[in-house]
């Protein structure tokens, strides 16, 4: 049985999730808006290192799927955007570590929706050249995925006695 939180309580269980998110914003905004202004589009820095810096512009989603399908992209994220915000809302008791996940995936999301929408395309840039390149927005994403496909499946039933 579901018990009402107060609005106080609800708003200290967003919190985590909402400072996260923001952080994640934060940094992929300011990494990519560095990259654009000092690297040309298809530049790498430094040379010879395993790991570089390479700037790329991204009409599609992770792995070059959908390429030019920005409206389709636009509003997939808004469906995804929606099913995290149901899903913390379904796990709004649940603990910090699910708070978190939500948080960078919600982050993730959000940071590239607003390159789509503003710039028509997601700027990329972390290049490890046996990867597709990608950015701080999609490795939060991923790794929240992740991250939470093992609580859920490892520590579901933990979470449910909690």
Request: glycine content about 10%.
């Amino acid at each position: 049985m579901e018990t009402a939180l107060s609005p106080k309580e609800r708003w200290s269980s967003a919190l985590p999730v909402i400072l996260v998110a923001s952080t994640i914003i934060a940094a992929d905004q300011v990494s990519k808006f560095l990259i654009r202004a000092t690297l040309g589009l298809g530049e790498s820095a430094p040379s010879g290192w395993a790991v570089r810096i390479t700037r790329v512009e991204n009409t599609g989603s992770a792995f070059g799927l959908f390429n030019d399908q920005t409206l389709f992209l636009i509003i997939a994220s808004f469906v995804a955007i929606g099913l995290m915000i149901y899903l913390f809302r379904q796990i709004v008791g649940g603990g910090m570590l699910l708070r978190i996940l939500i948080g960078m995936q919600l982050g993730g999301a959000l940071s590239n929706l607003a390159d789509r929408i503003f710039l028509g395309e997601v700027t990329d840039f972390i290049d490890f050249q046996v990867w597709p390149v990608f950015n701080v927005a999609d490795s939060s994403i991923v790794i929240g995925i992740i991250l939470l496909a093992w609580v859920i499946l490892f520590h579901g039933k933990d979470q449910q006695k909690a």
